[in-house]
């Protein structure tokens, strides 16, 4: 097969070059306050030690929300998971990292965007003969949910295990991330069985109909002969799928005919694990990069700042779904030109929560 030239050079100078600059242009930065977690929490010492983990588990959410059929016909209707992959992945990674590692202003503005962009996802799905809205609260608590539960598995899966304590823990201290997406911190459970029950409770909803099947099977069974990078991407993700799938309900796994040998598992499970170790060691860390630059330049952001920043204000702690459901725009980019989160490329939009400023802007 011939080596396209062009195409080679083309990703050279995006994922080594480009993304090298959009990644130091976030880590370097100024960073006024260490955001809604800080040195201590769960979320920062598990993504230090194992940061590819903290990256598989949002992937397993991603999966699993499509086995409902609302989010099965938005994603199919106003995404481009299928001609863009690694587009797609992209904003979903970016979002949990600068929500969890960014400063109050970054994690702030992530969550507008996410805002922004799903108030824009309306329709009506023909599964369950609803209409469905991005910027629905309990569609967000219950992605919140998944996403936590999920991101844990990963992290016990492929990192180190969580005892009972550590993953009440993880879900108390990521209240702020349900906030982020709208909800109201009240809301939210603070153990991890509430938050499981949440996730599981879904199940009764789920169905898969031509769109959701379509795209469980792209994510599930990767063609081998993807373009571009995904024909890098495309067998690694069918090793991590089966590694995963023995953490999905059965449920969905019938739904999507997805029964991978016990055998297989193990085996997937085993390669998994060791590139999660070596990668989180050495000259391999960097290599996220290519899968959320700006992300993964807030991360090293986080873990090479002062510890004793401040964390995000009290005020700004309580009423951050509100000012992500301000109304009002999140940044003047587009997602698919910028990065929403470089302060020289975000606007200087004031949030306010009925009365003086609580966040202002720290535009380089």
């Known amino acids: 097969m011939a080596i396209n030239m062009a195409e080679v050079r083309k990703n050279f100078d995006q994922y080594l070059v480009k993304d090298t600059e959009r990644m130091n242009a976030v880590r370097l930065a100024p960073r006024p306050d260490n955001g809604f977690y800080g040195p201590g929490t769960l979320n920062w010492e598990l993504a230090e030690e194992t940061p590819l983990a903290f990256i598989l588990g949002i ?42 590692f960014g400063d109050s202003e970054s994690a702030i503005r992530a969550g507008r965007t996410l805002y922004r962009v799903h108030s824009h996802i309306n329709g009506f799905d023909p599964i369950t003969m609803r209409e469905y809205d991005g910027t629905s609260v309990e569609m967000a608590l219950w992605t919140h949910a998944l996403g936590i539960v999920a991101i844990a598995d990963a992290f016990a899966q492929f990192g180190r295990p969580l005892s009972k304590a550590e ?84 449920e969905l796994l019938e739904m999507a005919r997805f029964h991978p040998s016990k055998f297989s598992v193990r085996l997937a499970e085993i390669v998994v694990r060791a590139i999660v170790q070596v990668q989180g060691r050495g000259p391999l860390r960097d290599i996220v990069q290519i899968v959320s630059p700006e992300g993964w330049g807030m991360m090293r952001q986080a873990f090479e700042a002062d510890p004793n920043l401040p964390l995000a204000a009290p005020e700004i702690r309580a009423n951050a779904h509100l000012l992500v459901r301000q109304d009002g725009p999140g940044n003047k980019h587009s997602d698919l030109e910028h990065s929403p989160f470089v302060r020289d490329q975000a606007t200087n939009t004031t949030l306010q929560v009925g009365k003086p400023e609580y966040l202002q802007s720290h535009s380089a």
């Open 167 to 250: 993953k009440d823990r993880f879900a108390a201290e990521n209240v702020p991330f349900a906030q982020l997406v709208g909800v109201d911190p009240k809301d939210v459970p603070t153990t991890f069985e509430g938050l499981r029950e949440i996730a599981l409770g879904w199940l009764p909803r789920m169905a898969l109909g031509l769109k959701g099947t379509r795209d469980i099977d792209f994510l599930l069974r990767t063609p081998w002969n993807s373009p571009g990078v995904m024909s890098v991407a495309g067998p690694a993700l069918r090793v991590v799928s089966i590694a995963m799938s023995r953490h999905l309900a059965p």
């Open 59 to 100: 992937y397993r959410g991603a999966i699993e929300v499509l086995f409902d059929p609302q989010v099965a016909e938005s994603v199919s209707t106003h995404s481009v998971m299928q001609s863009d992959t690694l587009t797609r992945a992209r904003r979903s990674i970016m979002f949990f990292q600068m929500a969890a």
